[in-house]
């Protein structure tokens, strides 16, 4: 008796001794766990190809916009998303519902939304446009909403949809790039260290086709549909006229909705999306680029945005605040002359102004030829020894 | 209280009379209430509206009603006296005005003005880094690229003059950008393609389209509607994109400027489904300098966000002769923004005066009577700062009943048509036609021009004829194209002599370029006209200062041409292997065949008897017949 109470009172003990320890190691464990994917920000790339002026394209920005509207509310912000609409579907005049843009028939589901930010449209979106974005090199004026601003601890999203074919895309009908171009482009992304790891969306027509050359590390690449297919589009809407979306990306939509911040959901769930079943072309994807196992990589590492959050427990005192400038009363003797408004059509001044002094300009090309010309028949008429008189 | 704010409405009316113009006053009446404010539009003055005003309404409570500006916007500032050592050095007001249109439609115009006293431009001064109601992205860009005024405006649909009068602030189709810089750039151009690459990222617009292809330099259409001494039009730009969408993103960014963003106030109603659902939308950024204060010895930045939109929900067949803010908006206002020192919406009941032609409830007592652009109209006016605009419900919808059917409009006094005549793909004339409707007086218009440079204009052929007689323009100022680099900029300065119309023609050729398969062209609106236009009373507007009080600026725009440039004929290859190649084989082939043949004789057959004998001979061995 006293034996048996003397061992529970050991292992009671042992257990509030260790069990402090196990707890610490759990916690460790899952701090681990939260820097494990190694990342510390999200990007997105979102483009939509279609062909500008074409309404029955209408699906392939209600495919990128599907895609935004996930990516924005599992949580990455419109400063870390480049969105690229090739055509303007909401406020097309043959939208009869201006500024939505569906995509589930009956119009249950607006995701253009009221709080959008396009950053490349219509005409921007060119081949040159998309290539500079990824790779960076943007003229220096470009503001920072269309720059893609990635660190090597960034994990970009990138989605494409359109019209594509047999290793190529096309882009507003007159341009294409091709699965080379492509995955040049990602190896620039790599060697400059623009990217920790990328995912690589693509719903066109063969789009198996646009990941096969890829040869940089950590990419990981999902298709609609595999070479010599087609990917089909989902279901018209009787009232807009045209198919709303594709279908991959339609099951895709289905699925990122139950998905949450805080959902483990990962990348082998994705793979399973649209099997051939619903989507009559068969996914595809690759990951043999890929270092870590897609079973441990977790949707929101893509798709959502990594908040790290610092729990501190000590006071932190904040710096006072910035006093204003001086008062206007004090520099108000340096201005003392009154400014006024100008006449918005001073009749009598413009009639008589001044015409404009032009800036001078040196010779145009062609008056310097004719005076060269001029010069040098004299030369040849009189002779190079009365060069000297006149100099 | 209300003996206090008596008392001193009392005081002020003394010290309005004394400043402002004795010519006309300004009314501004509150049916219940005696203390009645007279206030003068006209004392506008040389120092500028906001001068006058915000002296003296330093002195009211904010509950005040106030005059409406003839823009119908709020320029003056009210808030308490308050205890602070300091006043207010930022502030800002919000308004809305509904205007019902003849054709039972409604014209809404919003109009957010955020003052700020202080100088982004001046280099004694500590670099403005606090930013309280000002945004803090367009506060940056008006420091860096050293801008002196900005004035931004995105529209879509085109504003039909002849059924919905004059709006408040005019804008064309598309973006259009225009900007003074300040004296002391010395790279204009440079500064100028940087400022609109950075206006494209805040505003999700393509403005980075914009370069030396479209931007004009005008000599004397536009003047800063700021303060300003000297006008040196080397630092003026302009420029428009006519094919320029407007969608919600557009109005994000546009609304994130606002300091309640889309939370409170009146930019709760700003809903996208139903801006967009309408025939006119415009939305513009007017960034300036002003008076502070009446001395106007020191600048203040007034940022005027205005929003245009017309409803035609009646006129298009889709809903019935009746309005309310739910029905526009799909929303009710619940309360005024709490950054706002004035928050008002005001109901234009000038067609109405007993109330014969529709009603209006929550009925108010407030009116306010404001000079708009020549026509003195009265206004139902309802203080969003006060509670019992709110009412039991909490909540704020006007609803306005169409009773009866209302006349003709009065044809506006001014107006611009414009288009292209002339066949075929090679030439063609640019007839802009303006009418002057004015039943006797004659007004100076200034008339300007930008066409880009692939047509090509023949001034030569400029003809101006008003009633059918040749028409001199007092002043013309005329920069040519250059292919590739900068488009055509024509500014007449022209009489209208009264009720006529004068039209403008001027013929160009279209030049053959490569632009994309659907190649036709948007020339830019022209932005006509300003007039200067005397009548008895005062005429003023908050928004354009004016020097002489019996005068008003309009600006009136004209509508994109859409040209159809010729295309290449695609069929042309075909054509042309076909053609040569007929030609090759014909012509070459023949010669050919000429030179290199051979010719044998070839000897006819012989008949069969001779071929007979010639076969015996040859038996015998005897010489064979010929």
């Known amino acids: 008796m006293g034996y048996y109470s003397l061992l529970t009172t050991c292992a009671f003990i042992h257990l509030l001794v260790f069990m402090p320890y196990a707890y610490s190691n759990y916690l460790e464990n899952k701090a681990g766990q939260f820097f494990s994917s190694g990342h510390t920000n999200n990007w997105a790339v979102l483009v939509s190809l279609n062909k500008l002026g074409f309404w029955f394209n209408y699906r392939h920005v209600a495919n990128t916009l599907s895609v935004y509207r996930s990516v924005k509310r599992l949580g990455i912000p419109d400063s870390h998303i480049v969105l690229m609409l090739a055509d303007d579907m909401a406020c097309n005049y043959r939208n009869p519902k201006p500024a939505t843009v569906f995509s589930h028939k009956n119009m249950e589901l607006n995701v253009y939304g009221d709080d959008v930010e396009v950053d490349y449209r219509g005409y921007e979106v060119t081949v040159e446009n998309f290539l500079r974005v990824l790779t960076g090199r943007l003229p220096p004026s470009t503001p920072r909403s269309k720059r893609l601003l990635s660190d090597d601890r960034s994990n970009i999203l990138i989605y494409l949809t359109g019209h594509g074919g047999n290793g190529f895309l096309k882009f507003q009908d007159s341009e294409e790039i091709s699965n080379m171009e492509l995955a040049d482009a990602f190896e620039q992304m790599w060697q400059k260290r623009r990217y920790n790891e990328l995912l690589f969306i693509i719903d066109t027509c063969q789009g198996a086709s646009m990941y096969e050359r890829f040869y940089s590390p950590n990419l990981m690449a999902l298709a609609s549909s595999q070479v010599g297919e087609d990917s089909l589009s989902h279901q018209p809407d009787l009232a807009i006229g045209v198919h709303l979306m594709d279908k991959y990306t339609f099951y895709l939509l289905e699925f990122l909705e139950e998905v949450h911040p805080a959902s483990q959901a990962n990348m082998n769930d994705l793979f399973k999306v649209c099997p051939q079943s619903q989507c009559v072309s068969t996914p595809g994807h690759r990951t043999d680029l890929f270092q870590r196992n897609p079973g441990s990589v977790l949707i929101t590492d893509f798709f959502g945005s990594v908040r790290k959050v610092e729990i501190t427990k000590d006071t932190i005192n904040l710096t006072s605040s910035v006093k204003p400038p001086i008062q206007r009363s004090g520099s108000s003797d340096m201005t003392i002359e009154s400014l006024t408004y100008v006449d918005q059509l001073p009749v009598a001044e413009i009639i008589h102004q001044k015409p404009k002094q032009k800036d001078w300009h040196p010779p145009d090309g062609f008056i310097l030829g004719l005076w060269t010309l001029i010069l040098l028949v004299f030369f040849q008429t009189y002779g190079i020894k009365h060069l000297k008189h006149i100099f | ?484 680099h900068r488009p055509h900029l024509l500014e007449m300065l022209i009489q209208l002599p009264p009720h006529s119309m004068t039209e403008v023609t001027v013929q160009f050729e279209r030049a053959l370029i490569l632009k994309d398969l659907t190649s036709s062209a948007l020339v830019p609106s022209m932005v006509a006209m300003s007039t200067n236009f005397t009548q008895d009373q005062p005429l003023f507007s908050s928004f354009v200062p004016v020097k002489e009080e019996s005068s008003y600026f309009v600006r009136v725009y004209t509508e994109p041409l859409l040209v159809n440039l010729p295309t290449p004929d695609f069929s042309m290859p075909y054509n042309v292997i076909c053609l040569t190649c007929t030609v090759v084989a014909v012509g070459y082939g023949s010669f050919y065949n000429l030179l290199t043949r051979t010719f044998q004789v070839d000897e006819p057959s012989p008949p069969l008897a001779k071929r007979l004998a010639n076969f015996i001979r040859r038996i015998r061995g005897v010489p064979l017949l010929a």
Request: net charge neutral; hydrophobic share 35%; glycine share 6%.
């Open chain 2, 1 to 484: 209280m209300a003996a206090h704010r008596c008392g001193l409405s009392l005081v002020c009316i003394l010290i309005f009379s004394s400043l402002a113009h004795p010519s006309s006053c300004d009314t501004l009446e509150k049916a219940n209430d005696n203390t009645a404010t007279k206030r003068s539009i006209s004392e506008v003055n040389t120092d500028g509206s906001v001068a006058g005003e915000d002296m003296n309404e330093r002195q009211w409570q904010s509950t005040d009603v106030e005059v409406n500006r003839s823009d119908g916007t709020k320029t003056s500032e009210t808030f308490t006296p308050a205890p602070a050592p300091a006043p207010a050095r930022d502030q800002f007001q919000e308004e809305l005005v509904i205007r019902p249109l003849h054709s039972g439609d409604i014209y809404a115009s919003f109009q957010f003005r955020t003052l700020w006293d202080t100088d982004f431009l001046q280099e004694r001064q500590k670099k403005v880094s606090h930013y309280r109601l000002f945004p803090k992205s367009l506060g940056q860009v008006l420091s860096k690229f050293s801008v002196r005024e900005l004035h931004i405006s995105f529209t879509q649909g085109f504003w039909r003059t002849m059924q919905w009068g004059q709006p408040f602030i005019p804008s064309p189709p598309g973006a259009e950008l225009w900007v003074w810089f300040h004296h002391t750039v010395s790279d204009v151009d440079g500064n100028w393609k940087e400022l609109t690459n950075v206006l494209s990222g805040i505003f999700c617009a393509s403005l980075n389209f914009i370069d030396m292809t479209n931007t004009v330099q005008p000599s004397a259409s536009f003047k800063p509607l700021g303060l300003g001494n000297a006008t040196d039009h080397r630092f003026l730009r302009y420029a428009t994109l006519p094919r320029e969408i407007v969608c919600t993103e557009n109005l994000t960014p546009w609304k994130k400027l606002l300091p309640c963003g889309s939370k409170a106030g009146l930019a709760v109603l700003m809903k996208s489904e139903k801006l967009f659902h309408s025939s006119f939308h415009s939305q513009a950024v007017h960034i300036r300098p002003i008076c502070q204060d009446e001395q106007c010895t020191s600048k203040a930045w007034e940022l005027r966000q205005t929003l245009n939109v017309v409803f035609d929900h009646y006129t298009s067949g889709q809903g019935k002769k009746e309005w309310s803010l739910f029905k526009m908006f799909s929303r009710t206002l619940t309360e005024a923004c709490p950054l706002a020192s004035s928050s008002k919406v005001y109901v234009d009941i000038t067609d109405n005066p007993e109330g014969e032609l529709f009603e209006l409830s929550p009925a108010t007592h407030l009116l306010s009577r404001a000079v708009v652009l020549g026509d003195r109209r009265t206004y139902s006016v309802y203080d969003l700062t006060r509670a019992e605009t709110f009412g039991q419900l909490r909540s704020f919808n006007l609803l306005l009943r169409w009773k009866g059917d209302s006349g003709d409009m009065l044809r506006p006094l001014l107006h611009a048509e414009r288009y292209v005549a002339g066949f075929g793909l090679q030439t063609g004339e640019i007839h802009t036609v303006i009418y002057n409707n004015h039943p006797y007086r004659a007004f100076p218009v200034l008339l300007m021009d930008s066409v880009p440079w692939y047509l090509q204009l023949y001034v030569h052929t400029l003809t101006v004829t008003s009633k059918s007689r040749d028409n001199k323009p007092s002043y013309i100022h005329y920069q040519p194209a250059k292919d590739r």
